[in-house]
């Protein structure tokens, strides 16, 4: 037993948990088939009762219901002599063989005994019918001997079907004391079977905790260290098991909070999104991965006139509503792995796949285009333009803001790193802004043409 124990504790904390699921589940196991197996006779037996007992009880109550209607219009018609009684005399009749027959689809119910009582129906319906004439002359020697072979008809049938209510009343009790039976000893079992496997598990959480403490001790010295912002020298757990694994992943981890906390500290304030050092550190990521993208840079047309005009609080609400727009667009539209940053000021950058671009860059522009109007005061919005300042104090008339983008893609040139895609995006976002309202622009030097 012991050596056992110490073969257990020797295997590594995937092995160990394992080895105590597989306990757990052995239990469970058995718990689940003896508990599957209990209500599964319990279900058939109910079934049986729901089925059989209880059907039975309901055909004979309702036979027994449509035998005594039957007389009640017989006894009428004596009375009455309407064609109409008569008429629902027989009906009853039809329908009592038609109820009476249904016994025969239960398989605890002989046909034999389904003939006698149907026999006995239509003997009685018989001697009932052929009475009729001596009944309304109550008070007879022939009326009186009717009325007792009809009530000694009716007796017998009703004894029948009193039998047959009687023995499906005690086999529902019966099976009733059955079923409640197997399910206290299923209880009983189940508890056991349960507290087998809940001490079972305590054990084994017990001795996998006190084997793996000392390592959750450097994993906690680590953690807070972290949390303290302190990202070096993070305490490994030199083990070659999962929480050595778990340790080494924990010290790459930091090394990313530590780079995240740099994008943090970059990312624009107003926007939230992170700031040029973290477009640059994802660009050479990408660069040196050979992977395909997209740079796309994004700027406002004359938004230094409608600062300026409206002030530096509308224009603040400006540039949060086109951060809003890129991330709604890229979100919906992109590949899932896009990238949002705000260089600064009125200048945006998305970095995605090439195939993105055209719908992304559309789709930014239409909703850009829709929702900036609203920035306006409508006198302005229905002139088109505002009245400003130049730079060298002279006024001129600044239209309503407009969107030019700027892509850079690898897809068609190699891009050795980062600084060149800058300098060609600058130069494509400086020939977009030449152009007349809010358009994109694609680098397609390598090729014939260029697209707008």
Known sequence: MEYNLKKILSLNISRKILFGYLVLAAFTIALGIFSLSALNRINKINRSIIE???????????SLEILLSQE??????????TPEMLNLFWERSVEFKQNSSKLKELPSIEDS??????????????????????????????????????????????????????????????????????????FRIAVVLCSLALLTGI?????????ISDSIGILKTATEKVASGDFDDIPLVKRHDELGDLSRAFGE?????????????????????????????????RIAGKQHLAFVLLDMDNFKAFNDYYGYAKGSELIVAVAQIIESAVNELGSGNDFMGHIGGDDFAIITEPVFVSVLCKNIIERFDRDVRNFYAPEDRERGYIIGETRKGEKANFPIVTLSIAVVTNQSRTISNHLEI???AAELKEYAKSIEGSVFVVDQRRKKKRSA
């Open 203 to 211: 054990s084994a959480a017990a001795m996998i905790t006190r084997n």
């Open 52 to 62: 059989i007992d209880t059907q039975i009880i309901n055909i004979s109550d309702v």
């Open 253 to 285: 981890m930091a090394i990313r909070i530590k780079h995240l906390e740099e994008m943090y500290l970059d990312a624009s304030p107003l926007t939230h999104l992170p700031g040029g050092v973290a477009i640059e550190n994802l660009l050479k990521k």
């Open 113 to 186: 005994l389904v003939d006698e009582i149907v026999s006995r129906h239509s003997a009685y319906t018989e001697a009932f019918h052929t009475a009729f004439q001596e009944l309304m002359k109550p008070g007879t020697r022939q009326a009186k001997a009717r009325e007792e072979d009809i009530r000694e008809r009716q007796g017998k049938l009703i004894e029948t079907l009193d039998s047959i209510t009687t023995e499906a009343h005690e086999n529902l009790d019966r099976k009733t004391h059955q079923v409640s039976a197997m399910g206290l000893n299923a």
């Open 72 to 81: 009640m219009y017989g006894r009428r018609y004596v009375i009455l002599k």
């Open 422 to 424: 800058g300098e060609i």
